[in-house]
């Protein structure tokens, strides 16, 4: 994990704020966050938790994938995965079933573009030996 970049989260933050033309009073209502501590965050002098910035994220109707990435805690290639599949999972127009089918039909066609599914590792990783040299073969 990444160490928390406070200053530029707190720089976007305070952007993503003025662009929904709030101020720092109504966010921190709407995140349910004091007043001071959301001005605090946002000069760079506190780290939120992960729960503080998708409470703040909501408020802004932003992901909270991008505020993590902001503050270092999620990485871009991780963000963009998990936005995919947030969208598939919040779309109120198809059910369940047919939810986990697209999410299954998205690990596929990862896999056959060579990127590992979510939480697997890369096929050299995946025989199971920690020692590289364990898989080549012997010359002996």
Do not use: C, W
């Not at 933050?13 to 109504?26: D, G, I, K, M």
């Not at 598939?88 to 127009?93: K, Q």
Request: hydrophobic share 35%.
């Amino acid at each position: 994990m990444a160490s928390l970049n406070v200053g530029n989260l707190g720089a976007f933050l305070r952007e993503q704020r003025r662009t929904a033309q709030l101020s720092l009073r109504q966010l921190a209502d709407a995140a349910g966050v004091s007043n001071p501590y959301l001005s605090q965050i946002e000069r760079g002098l506190r780290k939120p938790s992960a729960e503080i910035l998708q409470q703040l994220a909501k408020a802004l109707r932003i992901s909270a994938e991008t505020l993590y990435v902001q503050a270092g805690i999620l990485d871009e290639r991780d963000r963009d995965e998990a936005e995919v599949r947030s969208v598939i999972l919040a779309d109120p127009s198809i059910n369940e079933r047919q939810k986990q089918v697209l999410l299954q039909i998205y690990e596929s066609f990862r896999k056959e573009n060579g990127h590992p599914a979510s939480g697997e590792q890369t096929p050299a990783d995946s025989d199971g030996s920690d020692d590289p040299d364990d898989r080549t073969p012997s010359s002996n």
